[in-house]
């Protein structure tokens, strides 16, 4: 006998009398109803939980000050951002309207990281004149240029340097920062990044606190984490003993994966955050040294299982190729199909507690071959105007919207302990238009 489809990614998708998808109590196809498709829908209590279990953890391992600084990428949504920014977390942004967006969800300027790889002399004027708390640097001329505008300002600014561990990543290529050779970074094994620390540590203006890693994104796996925090702590014993240098501070980036298949296993975040704790606390105490703030910068693991789009069957062909169910979402939604290939389970909401009865292939309406959501996927037969759900998709969808055939960006709803509230609008056509001057 066939399986129900209940392998949902967490614990507030309920199914209820009616045979319906909820989530936090919310009935997904009146939800679809009442506001129309596409729409995102984001989970605030799942928000909330995530952040907590992933600070807690951290805590429960490190004797030190760990901060949890959200990377704004991964989904710039203000009233989500908000969300995050009240339960405590700093912000990461790596681009002046990141920067923005954090500064009007609520984020003190002071808990602000700047992150980038090509920042000209105005990004780092406006950033110090905002009061931004940290910038890291990606390289010498980055470094130079900071320093001149710093100076010109007359402030001193906190900086860390970005310095690539070159690893092997265990995630699509097109994600993995860490490895030898990508555009990001450092190298710690030529030299380049000791020559950074030592250019920086001459510096008038700028005032180095430690050093910034991140190695990529989607990472599933522990050890990782743990060979960077070892090669990050030998860099650390080097600056050391050549520079006298003692970090204040040590930024490992973000880069914790999420399972997208159903039964795919998480990432052990209680070990990891045990093993690299470990390794800096018995690292800076073979150094000698005080143990330095850790910081991290999540995007994925903070927000990829609290928001879902809800989409309609628009049209089915039965073809001799296979079924195909069209949807008004789109890969426009879903960029990270056609970047990374990746995963996303759809489930029909109103169809929850059926049995999978059929292969299909999702499409969407755009008009370019590759439009396919997703292909074989076995579930309950579908009919016109069935609601489905497409899961996981808080992290790097939306932000990386793809305007293809104009297609509006969707409206997004936030389910909160007391309502469903819109929280973005829907796009106009005025909206796609407004831009544009003709004579
Ligand atoms: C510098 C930096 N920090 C943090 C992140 C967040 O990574 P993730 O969403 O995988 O946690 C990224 C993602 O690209 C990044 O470039």
Redesign the pocket.
Known sequence: MKKVNNNFPHEGFKINSLGHLTLDGYDLVDLAKKYGTPIYVISEKRLKKNYQRLINTFKECYPEKVVIAY?V??NYTLALVKVLISEGAWA?T?SGAELHIALLAGASPKNIIL?GCNRLEKDFEEALKLGVGLIVIDSISELQKLEKVAGQLGVETKILIRVNPALTIPTHPM?A?GVRGTKFGLDIESGEALKAFEKALTMDWVRIVGVHT?IG??ILKVEPFIETAKRIISFVKVLNEKFGFKPELLDF????GIPYKPGEKSLNLQLLAKKMSRVVVEGFKKLGLNLPILLF?????LVGDAEILLAKVGNIKDSSHGKFVYLDASTNHLAPVLITNQYYEIVLVNKANKKPREKVVFVGPLCFTGDVLAVDRVVPKVDMEDIVAILNVG?YCKSAYIMHNAYPKSATIMLTQHEAKIVQRKETFEDIVCRDIIT
């Open positions: 990377a990428k991964a990461e790596f992150t994600i920062t991140h994104s989607q980036g973000g880069g914790f910068e999540p995007g994925r693991s992290a």
